[in-house]
């Protein structure tokens, strides 16, 4: 929850004077990779963008928000201790974002980040840029907030015995407002129903790599084949390797990944890249169809997930290779 986190308390508040001018969001919107959400629940519906900041941060927080709903399916799947899980789901559920709703709704109130500023309808003219722009995007994070918690629950209710919250319970408990009178969170089902007609659109697969430059990925590639036999380059090429990890699209990569080195070595690996990738999750792995054990069977999750421990062969080659990428 770290870049929500930054917009909430650190520097990218919208308030701080570095981020205060519009012109400065205009050639950093295309920048963003929108990072998709296979499990969604939830759409948020909310007014359109007005300016170049109001629309970086949207598909920001969209981005990050789908992002993290991803790391914490891939958390609760990486492990089928029950107790484990009913854990990180109550320290994420009641502790963090409601911690974190609350905080926003102080702030919102502090601020006079009030909604009438942004609806189209109700706005004043008059009313100053730098307030509406800041308010949008602030009104926008705290409903990012509570599709986060919603999506959470509606996947992974059978982990608590606490009651399910439905939307209007967030205002009254958490955020101290009214009641608004339109939702601008819609059920996916809901919104799949209404438009049952229209073709469906395929979601394309990537690992999400941002970084950018692949010469870092390069040269872990190749650390790693030297210390570890990582790859088998007698079927997989170090090119192939980059290709598949910085696809946009994995559903058209005809590339396999064969490994050389052990399962458990490869899952270790997968978590030290985290850092660089935004979707480089055990499902994606799976889904993706490009990886391959050293015995030539494909890499499921499942099998991921078994094959964690803690000091894989070559631990300590591994660290430093990462480490000196640092």
Not at 225 to 251: C, G, H, S, Y
Request: glycine share 0%; net charge positive.
């Amino acid at each position: 929850m770290d870049n929500l986190d930054d917009i909430l308390y650190n520097n990218m508040s919208p308030w701080h004077n570095e981020n205060k001018p519009d012109e400065k969001f205009a050639s950093l919107i295309s920048e963003i990779e929108l990072i998709q959400n296979d499990t969604q629940q939830y759409e948020i519906e909310f007014f359109r963008p007005f300016n170049y900041k109001t629309e970086y941060y949207k598909k920001y927080i969209i981005s990050v928000t789908n992002a993290y709903c991803n790391r914490f399916t891939e958390l609760i799947e990486s492990d089928n201790n029950l107790k484990l899980q009913k854990y990180w789901y109550n320290d994420t559920i009641n502790k963090k974002l409601k911690t974190r709703l609350k905080d926003i709704g102080r702030m919102i109130k502090e601020r006079n980040y009030d909604s009438a500023f942004i609806n189209p309808k109700k706005t004043a003219y008059e009313t100053d840029a730098d307030q509406k722009t800041e308010t949008y995007i602030m009104q926008f994070l705290k409903l990012s907030f509570i599709k986060i918690y919603l999506e959470i629950q509606e996947l992974y209710k059978h982990l608590s015995d606490d009651m399910e919250l439905i939307e209007t319970d967030f205002y009254s408990r958490f955020l101290n407002e009214p009641i608004p009178v339109k939702s601008f969170l819609k059920k996916i089902e809901q919104i799949k129903n209404e438009k049952a007609s229209k073709p469906k659109k395929i979601k394309k697969l990537s690992f999400g790599y941002n970084q950018s430059s692949t010469d870092i990925l390069k040269n872990i590639c190749k650390s790693l084949i030297l210390k570890i036999d990582f790859i088998n380059e007698d079927l997989t090429k170090e090119e192939d390797f980059i290709t598949v990890m910085t696809a946009k699209d994995l559903t058209v990569i005809k590339k396999q990944i064969h490994l050389e080195c052990e399962t458990r070595q490869f899952r270790y690996v997968v978590d030290k890249f985290k850092p660089y990738f935004s979707s480089f999750t055990l499902s994606n792995i799976e889904k993706s169809n490009l990886f391959f054990s050293k015995n030539g069977n494909k890499i499921t999750a499942t099998n991921l997930s078994r094959n964690k421990i803690e000091n894989p062969k070559e631990k300590e080659a591994i660290d430093k290779i990462f480490k000196q990428m640092q």
